[in-house]
């Protein structure tokens, strides 16, 4: 089934979560070759061309503002899209790699300490640049924050309430207050004017839950109204015997009912929170570990700055497959048709450069693939060289490398170590290395394929020839110029040969020639 298009420009592909205040789609952008988020902000019939100019000017104005939010905490956002009806409002954000922090609150299982000072500061932080514009969130809550892959904390939906709000048009379908009751402050429970410090009760909120595994008030929407004016919140430490004094008393204090009454700003929030986060360089100990399988929101505070991580190798065990699992599988025809059509529609995407998408729409396969005819089929590891394929034309490098060397292994596990498979894919790990600057490392694999392909087909087979040729320009590009010299000069007379001397790649590599004996020649003259 089609895709549906907005903007003739983002393809919605699947929906992520399906909320009050809109639905979220993973989306992808034809014109720059990225995948997106898409939020499909929900709102009610348009009744009067008063109302539509109303609401597509307030919709423009908070998207500029939320896209005024440079930080790392917040998604960035690409675009705001509105509909000719006025009831379709899109916004087109960065899609976060992430898991909501709804996702780790277990009553049986509260957070360590060091874990939910590490996200309440991030947000924290977030919250101090977006109230500098001044955005103000208004509906902050666990599932509103994601922990990205590398700790990032990012917060979500900033301006979402802001466009919905019932102040102005009573756009909503019941004109009640913007927020979500077990996370509402009280001045949103009487519908009174909003500020910074409605946000930093909320934070009081999420960190409360955090560290005791529950909300600060449960029942109903009456009831947590109700309690949010008037009861009292349980302090921590009668919850939780661990949770340090000043913790119970920020939580105390953010949660107080008068606004003006709360911490000054995000800033003070931070300072407080400043003595329970790890110290840069330290490891976390069992007791500061995580929900299992977890992103660790700590990282940025023991490791500032740091780089990457290291990309992790595959295996280097290779085993003896039996003869049961070298024989192939037969392929159902329905996953046979939609691994045929993923090889045509990668191929199309790839004529428009769209890498990104192709690389989606073949991992799509790849899985239930896998699941069907096993890892080391010969179909899915078919597609999964041309998924690798398609990372290297895209110039994804560091995504490419660990998947070719997962595949030398898979292929010397089911065809042996010099099949032509494995050495084809060894060589394009080395390629990707050498794109990543890794030259040394990217010499000595091409090399050694080289060595296998000389001893199985001679030096003027066509993968010998291309192999030669390649290790040549990167002992150029170490300034090996007379190594280099040494292999260019029987490759030019072996290419011409074989193919010629007007072949396109024996006129290159004279011309190479031609060019480090000049520079040779004038050093000699020096």
Request: aromatic share 4%; proline share 8%; net charge negative.
């Amino acid at each position: 089934m089609p895709a549906t298009v907005i903007s003739d420009r983002y393809e919605l592909l699947d929906e992520l979560n399906h909320g009050g205040m809109g639905d979220v789609w993973r989306g992808y952008d034809v014109v720059l070759d990225r995948p997106v988020a898409v939020k499909l902000i929900r709102q009610a019939a348009v009744t009067s061309p008063q109302l539509a100019e109303e609401l597509a000017k307030r919709f423009q104005r908070e998207a500029r503002i939320t896209a005024r939010i440079q930080h790392p905490g917040v998604p960035q956002v690409y675009d705001a899209v509105l509909d000719h009806s006025y009831e379709r409002l899109f916004l087109v954000m960065e899609l976060v790699d992430g898991v909501p922090l709804s996702a780790y609150l277990q009553p049986d299982r509260p957070l360590p300490v060091s874990w939910a000072a590490a996200v309440a500061a991030q947000v924290a932080t977030v919250l101090s640049h977006a109230h500098d514009l001044p955005v103000i969130h208004r509906d902050l809550k666990p599932s509103n924050i994601l922990v990205a892959r590398d700790g990032t904390v990012k917060v979500l939906d900033f301006g979402i309430a802001a466009i919905l709000r019932t102040d102005v048009t009573k756009l909503t379908a019941t004109g009640s207050p913007i927020g979500t009751h077990q996370y509402m402050s009280p001045e949103q429970v009487r519908g009174g004017r909003i500020t910074p410090q409605t946000d930093l009760y909320a934070l009081g909120c999420v960190l409360h839950e955090l560290l005791a595994g529950r909300p600060v008030f449960d029942g109903n929407e009456y009831a947590l109204m109700h309690q949010h004016l008037t009861a009292a919140p349980v302090p921590l430490r009668q919850l939780r015997g661990d949770v340090p004094e000043p913790v119970e008393k920020l939580v105390l204090h953010l949660l107080r009912k008068a606004s003006e009454s709360r911490p000054a700003d995000t800033q003070e929030v931070y300072d407080r929170l400043l003595p329970f986060l790890p110290e840069a360089g330290s490891v976390p100990t069992q007791a500061e570990a995580g929900p299992p399988g977890a992103p660790d929101p700590t990282r940025l505070f023991r490791h500032p700055y740091a780089p990457r991580s290291r990309a992790q190798k595959p295996p280097a065990a290779v085993r003896t497959p039996t003869t049961l699992e070298l024989q192939p599988l037969p392929v159902p025809d329905e996953l046979r048709a939609a691994i045929k059509e993923a090889y045509a529609h990668s191929d199309a995407l790839l004529d428009d450069g769209r890498f990104a998408q192709a690389v989606e729409m073949l991992g799509a396969v790849i899985e239930p693939a896998a699941r069907a005819l096993g890892s080391d089929s010969r179909d899915v590891l078919g597609l999964r060289r041309r998924r690798a394929a398609v990372r290297f034309l895209g110039g994804d490098y560091r995504a490419a490398l660990p998947e070719f060397e997962a595949l030398v292994v898979a292929y010397a596990r089911t065809a042996g170590p010099t099949g032509t498979s494995a050495r084809e894919c060894r060589a394009q790990a080395a390629r990707c290395r050498a794109e990543l600057g890794q030259v040394t490392e990217a010499l000595h694999e091409l090399q050694g394929v080289l060595d296998v392909v000389s001893r199985l087909d001679g030096d003027v087979s066509e993968e010998a020839i291309e192999l030669r040729h390649g290790i040549a320009v990167l002992l150029l590009a170490q300034g090996r110029v007379i190594e280099a010299l040494r292999l260019l000069e029987p490759l030019h007379e072996d290419l011409v040969m074989v193919y010629g001397p007007d072949d396109e790649l024996a006129l290159e590599v004279a011309e190479m020639l031609a060019r480090i004996r000049l520079d040779l020649n004038g050093r000699a003259s020096d």
